[in-house]
């Protein structure tokens, strides 16, 4: 199993940045496609970005397109999620994750990391 860590959470103003990584401790890491996920209160869990081992293919929703950026250091491990031109609608509770099989089964969750985003 691959344990992962979210960290970067945090309160800005709208319009503002914050950058989140996601720590992976495991080898096996490295051959994963890793997700980005969120979840306000009330809704429904939403997929906003993934990436590949080959660190190109990427994915990133309607929603964060333009504003969100997803990265990887395979070096260190880590999974960085940029995000810039914040919305209070991105407020969430937001999940790193790991796909073993890269076909959107994303099985390896970590806690996550609190994003507010204040008018």
């Known amino acids: 199993p691959v344990d992962l860590v979210e960290s970067g959470g945090g309160s800005v103003q709208s319009g503002g940045s914050l950058s989140l990584s996601c720590e992976a401790s495991?080898?096996?890491?490295?051959?994963?496609?890793m997700g980005w996920f969120r979840q306000a209160p009330g809704r429904e869990r939403e997929k906003i970005a993934t990436?590949?081992?080959?660190?190109?293919?990427?994915y990133l929703s309607d929603s964060v397109k333009g504003r969100f950026s997803i990265s990887r250091d395979s070096a260190t491990n880590i999974v960085y999620l940029q995000m810039n031109s914040l919305k209070e609608e991105d407020t969430a509770r937001y999940y790193c994750?790991?796909?073993?099989?890269?076909?959107?089964?994303?099985?390896?969750w970590g806690q996550g990391t609190q994003v507010t985003v204040a008018s």
């Open positions: 495991g080898y096996v890491y490295r051959a994963y496609c």
């Open positions: 990436i590949g081992a080959d660190l190109v293919s990427n």
């Open positions: 994750a790991a796909d073993s099989t890269c076909t959107g089964n994303f099985t390896t």
